[in-house]
């Protein structure tokens, strides 16, 4: 009490805000090191010293202390899920800063933009606040054109005071933006980017750049050519030993193994993650892990259980200011959502998440065919169509192959269901090429089911089971038992495959199709293109004539009508009208009218 007493109060909290500084670089400095945990469990026991050091700062016109407190700790905030925290103490801080001199923060009307920035530490300490406000908004995906503001400026300065490495760094943390927004020149620097953090002695953003490159990649659907880039990152990774590295690591390959279809990979990826970030951080690129393990839940008939798993880690990353992982958190749950029959919940929760991703070619791109794919199960046929087909506008942008199959294929199933067959083989086809030359499985299994329900529609029975069978050989290795968005058009087509093939010729055909590679499968699809002839159901399924009188007929034309309009007799009519009730599963003239008048549209 004697100090209070004797208003050494000041001094004393003063001496603790410079000591806390200190503790705050010292301890700041570790945290892309190796000793990066030790750090992190240091800032731990002195957080609440932090910040009430900070709180006596902001009420002492300290607000630059504050400043440097944050600024010497950004990952501290970031991995312990405290990012609304420090913008707060950042923005309190500008804020009293501005107010003190009368003057935008942010402004030194005094500074030489020429000046070294060893000589001038008020540069330099600019130069750490800007650092620190970029990541801070690169990891909060709803401030976009903040983080880009603040590289941007970041990077100006770093310039103007000659400070190459924290260039570099700025460049290597920004290209992660770009990966998802502009990945192809990105792509076309990563190596060199690379090479200059490498040069500046600052192995860790070299590795960083690495990941960015990788996070390019998938943004233009090359997963195969990710895994190379991995490698390298793994080495890096592993030699720095720096558990936010090695996380990223598992993090991004886990995204390649489920293209792969390697679950058991994204299982053991799951148990590893947690591992290496145990007493680390429970949140970052962790999620990405769980969000793969949660899709093959879904995939394997366990999207009961992937939902509340999502939910929870939603949660979680929302109430840690973890925004730019949430659209990763969020897909898995929309599938899980239409897998259980429930694609009006995805439409209603989902669409400001959508909006704001949209802005972003590589959710444009992902999160696109799931909302499409939700639009489709709700029964929105048009929009569904509409979103896919605005999937393909934005790939043509980017490149993204992998991401146009997936529209295709789902547009070639539409195309099916309305009976447009000739269309829907072209689609499928365009979508199984890709796939098979990535060598993508689940999805070319996909393909295959499909083309296996058009060969059905033409009469082709045995050739469908074959299909099935090849595509069941794929599923079944992986353990695969849904199909999100087809299940019930794939359970319809095995009934149908039921009645149309005796069970010992269905059987026959279905193994041989089991014994088929993917690749002699993919080829079987592929000769059996252009050979369907004509659907034995359909539109596509009427003769010309068939076709001249369902026109008529939906027109309100009566059979005596007909036949005068085509010269042929009443009772030629009405047996064309029967085959095409029959041909379109109608019962009646009245039906034939509003099928016809849909189709039409």
Request: with cysteine; proline share 3%; aromatic share 6%.
């Amino acid at each position: 009490e004697r100090p209070l007493e004797s208003g050494e109060a000041d001094a004393l909290f003063a001496a603790h805000l410079r000591w806390t500084v200190e503790v705050a670089r010292a301890l700041g400095a570790e945290l892309e090191a190796r000793g990066v945990c030790e750090a992190l469990r240091g800032l731990d026991l002195e957080v609440d010293n932090l910040r009430a050091a900070m709180r006596w700062a902001l009420d002492h016109g300290q607000g630059r202390d504050v400043e440097r407190i944050v600024a010497a700790t950004p990952w501290f905030w970031i991995w312990r899920g405290r990012i609304p925290e420090a913008d707060d103490w950042l923005d309190r801080a500008e804020h009293a800063l501005a107010t003190d001199a009368g003057l935008d923060a942010d402004a030194d009307p005094d500074a030489d933009p020429d000046a070294d920035p060893d000589a001038d530490p008020g540069r330099r300490e600019e130069l750490a606040l800007r650092w620190v406000r970029s990541e801070l908004a690169l990891n909060t995906a709803d401030a976009t054109d903040r983080a880009e503001r603040a590289v941007a400026a970041g990077l100006e300065l770093a310039r103007a005071v000659g400070d190459q490495r924290t260039e570099v760094r700025f460049l290597a943390s920004g290209s992660r933006r770009e990966a998802v927004l502009d990945p192809l020149p990105m792509l076309e620097r990563g190596d060199e980017l690379a090479r200059r953090c490498r040069e500046e002695g600052d192995r860790f953003w070299e590795a960083v750049s690495l990941v960015n490159q990788a996070l390019a990649l998938f943004t233009v659907g090359r997963f195969d050519l990710a895994e190379p880039v991995l490698d390298q990152l793994r080495t890096r990774a592993v030699a720095l030993g720096h558990p936010q590295l090695v996380a990223d690591e598992i993090a991004r390959r886990v995204i390649v193994d489920r293209r792969f279809s390697r679950y058991d990979a994204v299982r053991d990826a799951v148990v590893a993650v947690d591992a290496v970030t145990a007493g680390f951080t429970d949140l970052n690129c962790r999620a990405l892990v769980h969000a793969a393990a949660a899709f093959v839940d879904v995939a394997q008939g366990r999207a009961d259980r992937a939902l509340p798993t999502m939910e929870d880690l939603l949660e979680r990353y929302v109430a840690a200011g973890e925004y730019s992982y949430l659209p990763s958190v969020a897909l898995p749950m929309m599938e899980a959502l239409i897998d259980l029959g429930r694609p009006a919940e995805v439409l209603e929760r989902f669409e400001r998440m959508w909006r704001a991703c949209r802005r972003t070619i590589s959710w444009r791109l992902r999160m696109g065919t799931v909302w499409a794919t939700a639009q489709l199960a709700a029964g929105h046929t048009d929009r569904a169509r509409d979103e896919f087909e605005a999937v393909l506008e934005a790939e043509r942008g980017t490149e993204n192959p992998h991401e146009r199959a997936i529209a295709r294929y789902f547009l070639g199933a539409m195309d099916r269901d309305d009976q447009q067959y000739a269309r829907a083989e072209g689609q499928l086809h365009e979508a199984l090429a890709i796939q098979a030359g990535f060598g993508y499985p689940q999805y070319v299994a996909d393909v295959l089911e499909e083309l296996a329900g058009l060969d059905l529609v033409h009469d082709r029975p045995a050739a469908a089971a074959t299909l099935f069978g090849a595509a069941a050989r794929i599923r079944d290795g992986s353990g695969v038992v849904r199909r999100v968005g087809r299940q019930a058009a794939y359970e319809a087509d095995l009934g149908l495959l039921h009645e149309r093939l005796a069970d010992d010729q269905r059987r026959e055909a279905w193994d041989q199709g089991g014994r088929l590679t993917m690749a002699d499968a993919v080829a079987l699809a592929q000769r059996g293109r252009g050979q369907r002839g004509r659907p034995t159901l359909g539109w596509e399924s009427l003769t010309p004539t068939e076709a001249k009188v369902a026109d008529l007929v939906a027109q309100g034309r009566t059979n005596p009508e007909i036949a005068d309009e085509l010269l042929m007799g009443r009772a030629t009519v009405k047996t064309h009208v029967s085959n095409i009730l029959r041909k379109l599963d109608l019962t009646n003239r009245t039906q034939l009218a509003t099928h016809a008048a849909t189709r039409d549209r």
